[in-house]
């Protein structure tokens, strides 16, 4: 299965974003990084963040789609959508190699065949550069077990040319969601783009549990456990969420439980 496209979604106009969001939220290809309402915070967001694809509008005060576009170095440029009410750009639009041009108004399904388009141009790409960064990885993870790296007490998510730190203490359970990690701390979730693996090292073991391929627990948030049956588990959270300890981690969950 193909990890979820990473998107930003750059315009000016409410509306036109809180119609772009809910799409992007319903499409099983996409994640949503973030929006933006204007040029420079899109351009800061994009040179900062690696983003997948890029919904953007053309004509914006000040800094307009096309201006976004060309202020891109080539390596950090996304597959591009462009999203206007103006079909005066469309030749202009296609020079910056836009995957496709959306029309205001549009429907639903002309926006899931532009996402298609999207992923049959990018799938190739993305399977050499998956090769590449599995590469990568594996002389990562042998560097990293000579020399362990040391726990952190806060973590900083970068979104929308800011870095936000959080309190590890706060942060109660982590879920993996593609090539990104939501981490719920208090009444907060926040998308953070990182492994599991990676970010295990990197909180306190002591503290910080992994109970399935896709969680982390904090187990200081735990309340309760109980079994399911077939050697799997649910745990309690203090959120009254319920968690699943797989067979696979139950035993090192245990250990660190007391149990």
Not at 71 to 82: E, G, S, V
Not at 151 to 167: M, T
Not at 190 to 201: K, Q, T, V
């Amino acid at each position: 299965m193909n990890s979820p496209l990473a998107t930003l979604i750059v315009d000016d106009e409410p509306p036109a974003r809180d119609r772009l969001k809910m799409l992007v939220e319903q499409h099983p290809a996409l994640v949503l990084v973030g929006t933006c309402t204007h040029g420079r915070e899109a351009l800061d967001c994009l040179l900062e963040t690696d983003i997948d694809l890029l919904l953007l509008d053309i004509q914006m005060p000040g800094m307009s789609g096309l201006d976004v576009v060309s202020a891109l170095p080539r390596n950090k440029c996304p597959a591009l959508i462009f999203v206007t009410a103006f079909d005066r750009y469309a030749i202009e639009a296609f020079d910056r190699n836009a995957v496709d041009y959306l029309l205001k108004p549009y429907s639903d399904s002309r926006f899931h065949k532009a996402v298609d388009r999207v992923t049959e141009r990018i799938r190739p790409t993305a399977i050499r550069r998956m090769e590449k960064q599995l590469h990568h990885a594996l002389d990562q993870l042998e560097k990293r077990q000579q020399h362990p790296a040391a726990s952190v007490d806060r973590l900083g998510i970068r979104l929308l040319g800011k870095i936000y730190f959080i309190d590890v203490d706060t942060i109660e359970y982590v879920h993996a969601a593609g090539n990104y990690l939501e981490i719920k701390a208090g009444r907060k979730t926040h998308l953070l783009r990182a492994s599991m693996s990676g970010l295990i090292r990197r909180l306190p073991s002591d503290q910080f549990v992994r109970t399935h391929r896709s969680t982390i627990l904090n187990r200081r948030h735990i309340l309760e456990v109980t079994s399911i049956g077939g050697g799997d588990y649910n745990a309690l959270m203090t959120d009254q969420s319920i968690k699943r300890i797989s067979r696979t981690y139950r035993d090192s969950v245990f250990k660190k439980l007391g149990l």
